[in-house]
């Protein structure tokens, strides 16, 4: 099964920068798509970013210009470089292998389970 491992939150004041890493298992990365997820307090999970097996890459309009995803397959490693961080990017951040079905992503069939997440904390 497919195994995920958040890791690279922390606190950090508003303006500031964070990167996120994301390091898989039991599958070979290259042929994956791969997924940022987060989810604040009381809020549904929301898609923040994808790396797409074929080289794209997508974000949310709310952090576009701010946050950098990429991959190295090699270390079966994905980042999320955040910058200027808001108040409003505070959540636990996820990842996961996704698939593009009818016009979205969604996490493949063989995705284990959401892990423990990495938490992101901004202050204003």
């Known amino acids: 099964q497919v195994q995920l491992v958040e890791s690279g939150g922390g606190l950090v004041q508003a303006g500031g920068s964070l990167r996120l890493s994301c390091v898989g298992s039991g599958f070979i990365m290259d042929y994956y798509s791969i997924g940022w997820f987060r989810q604040a307090p009381g809020k549904e999970r929301e898609g923040v970013s994808i790396?797409?097996?074929?080289?794209?890459?997508y974000y949310v309009d709310s952090v576009k210009g701010r946050f950098t995803i990429s991959r190295d397959n090699a270390k079966t490693t994905v980042y999320l470089q955040m910058h200027s961080l808001k108040p409003e990017d505070t959540a636990v951040y996820y990842c996961?292998?996704?698939?593009?079905?009818?016009?979205?992503?969604?996490?493949?069939?063989?995705?284990?389970?959401w892990g423990q997440g990495t938490q992101v904390t901004v202050s204003s």
């Open positions: 790396s797409d097996s074929d080289g794209s890459t």
């Open positions: 996961a292998t996704v698939e593009y079905i009818n016009g979205n992503y969604y996490p493949t069939a063989d995705f284990d389970s």
